[in-house]
């Protein structure tokens, strides 16, 4: 598969068990900075709750190094890793998901937290409205003034997001080309100017 699903908002899901309310909040965050000060939001939002344990896959789902999850204060092995079990078979990436709970009164024991938690974050994935996310490589193109127009308008049109430009004595645009379309637009975008450019690539820089 050339994609991965991502939420396309943040999105609450309630479910109670045991009179303890669980709130979960999912939510499209691209790398870890953008998933913590997420967490912090909910922390923010509901600061009456007991807990506020989370997980999340803030990259592809197969970078490990984007994983992370957090018990928040409940016995340890019983919130975040059944959380972040659920999130890893999901085919989710980008997402962060927290569940806010406030307690009932009632004592789930460690089983109990282990199976509300991975429900809670079950049941919110699978009603989660989600869109497809394409990888993408970091390519530098180089251009003369003249070609500024024509290559923008191109541009604009594709799905190659526009990170960077640099004026100096030509042009340097920093583009986040889709892996799975690239190939093929780099072919147009070189006729379109006629040879006249100068393209960086990861495996070629």
């Not at 943040?10 to 479910?15: C, G, N, S, W």
């Not at 078979?89 to 004592?107: A, I, L, M, P, Q």
């Amino acid at each position: 598969m050339d994609y991965y699903l991502s939420p396309t908002h943040t999105q609450r899901f309630d479910l109670e068990i045991k009179n303890s309310q669980f709130i979960t909040t999912v939510s499209r965050t691209k790398g870890r900075e953008a998933a913590k000060a997420f967490i912090n939001e909910m922390r923010q939002r509901y600061p009456d709750a007991n807990h506020h344990c989370w997980a999340f896959v803030a990259g592809a789902p197969n970078n490990v190094h984007l994983w992370d999850q957090s018990d928040d204060g409940e016995p340890k092995g019983t919130a975040g890793k059944p959380m972040m079990n659920v999130l890893q078979h999901s085919d989710c990436g980008e997402t962060t998901v927290v569940v806010t709970r406030f307690f009932g009164g009632v004592k789930l024991g460690a089983g109990g937290l282990v199976r509300a938690y991975s429900q809670a974050v079950q049941e919110a994935l699978s009603q989660t409205e989600y869109e497809n996310v394409y990888p993408r490589s970091p390519v530098q193109l180089k251009i003369a003034y003249p070609l500024l127009g024509k290559v923008e308008y191109w541009l604009e049109q594709s799905d190659i997001e526009i990170t960077n430009k640099t004026y100096s004595d030509s042009i340097v645009i920093d583009l986040a080309v889709i892996e799975r379309t690239w190939p093929e637009q780099k072919v147009i975008l070189t006729d379109l100017c006629q040879g006249s450019l100068t393209l960086i690539e990861p495996d070629k820089a």
